[in-house]
C-alpha cells in the first residue's frame, strides 16, 4: 500500500469530522483484483489535492482506482468529484496517464 499518502492520514487527524468520520489508510488504501484502490470519502478537497499529487509522483507504472463518490451526500456542486476528475483529466491531456475506466463513484487509471 503507498506510504506516500501517510501524511494525508496525519493530517486528516485534523479535520472538523476526523473523530466520526476518520481517514485511516488501512481502511482507505486496498487492493481489490489487483488494482490499487484509494478511496477520498471523508478527507478535504485539499488533502484530496495532495493525495493526488503524491500518487502521481511515487505510483508510476501503477494502475489505480480513485474512489471520489457521486456526490450524493454533498450540499451543491459535489466538489470531490468533481476535483479528482478535473485532475485526471489533466494527466491524460499531458500524457501522465492513460484512461481505463470512468464509473460513476470512481475513475481508473494508470500512471505512465
Same mark, same amino acid.
Given at each position: 500500500?503507498?506510504?506516500?499518502?501517510?501524511?494525508?492520514?496525519?493530517?486528516? &487527524?485534523?479535520?472538523?469530522?476526523?473523530s466520526?468520520?476518520?481517514?485511516?489508510?488501512?481502511? =482507505?488504501? =486496498?487492493?481489490?483484483?489487483?488494482?490499487e484502490?484509494?478511496?477520498?470519502?471523508?478527507?478535504?478537497?485539499?488533502?484530496?489535492? %495532495?493525495?493526488?499529487?503524491?500518487?502521481?509522483?511515487?505510483? =508510476?507504472?501503477?494502475?489505480?482506482?480513485?474512489?471520489?463518490? &457521486?456526490?450524493?451526500?454533498?450540499?451543491?456542486?459535489a466538489?470531490?468529484? %468533481?476535483?479528482?476528475?478535473?485532475?485526471?483529466?489533466?494527466?491524460?491531456?499531458?500524457?501522465?496517464?492513460?484512461?481505463?475506466?470512468?464509473?460513476?463513484?470512481h475513475?481508473?487509471?494508470?500512471?505512465?
Open positions: 500500500m503507498p506510504h506516500c499518502l501517510k501524511f494525508i492520514e496525519t493530517a486528516a &487527524r485534523r479535520l472538523p469530522w476526523a466520526r468520520t476518520p481517514w485511516v489508510l488501512r481502511e =482507505r488504501v =486496498r487492493s481489490e483484483q489487483g488494482v484502490t484509494i478511496d477520498f470519502h471523508h478527507l478535504s478537497c485539499s488533502l484530496v489535492e %495532495d493525495a493526488l499529487d503524491a500518487l502521481l509522483k511515487h505510483r =508510476r507504472g501503477r494502475r489505480l482506482r480513485l474512489v471520489h463518490g &457521486r456526490g450524493t451526500h454533498s450540499r451543491g456542486p466538489r470531490l468529484r %468533481d476535483l479528482v476528475r478535473d485532475r485526471v483529466q489533466g494527466w491524460l491531456m499531458v500524457g501522465y496517464a492513460r484512461w481505463v475506466e470512468k464509473a460513476e463513484g475513475i481508473d487509471i494508470e500512471l505512465v
